[in-house]
């Protein structure tokens, strides 16, 4: 498999089986992050664990209400912030390096939709 790299406004995705010790890549506008191979599955799977609650929830709230769910592994800690239709995604790496990164709100539909059809591993 050969590296593959997928992008949006704002967001943008990355897999390198060939990397030594960091195979993913997470990035935003102004910031990048690269990831190991467990850290970058549970990044995936975190946030469309996030998404799901997200989307099951939103009928408890009035239309005004905002959210905050988090979501955690040993490797990354991940939090949806907004409204049910609107929310902003930010994680924070928990190894060693302690890195984080987020993505807007407008940024985060096209994101978890290219995570969903993510063929990485």
Not at 74 to 92: C, N, T, V
């Amino acid at each position: 498999m050969a590296r593959q790299v997928k992008s949006g406004t704002g967001w943008r995705l990355g897999w390198n089986p060939d990397a030594p010790e960091f195979q993913g890549l997470a990035a935003g506008d102004s910031w990048a992050v690269e990831l190991t191979a467990p850290e970058f599955d549970d990044l995936c799977r975190l946030a469309l664990q996030l998404a799901d609650s997200v989307t099951a929830i939103a009928s408890e709230l009035m239309p005004e209400e905002r959210l905050t769910c988090e979501a955690e592994s040993k490797w990354i800690w991940l939090e949806a912030d907004g409204y049910p239709d609107r929310y902003s995604l930010r994680f924070i790496v928990q190894t060693g390096r302690r890195c984080e990164g987020a993505w807007p709100c407008e940024a985060v539909p096209e994101l978890l939709q290219a995570i969903g059809g993510v063929n990485f591993f």
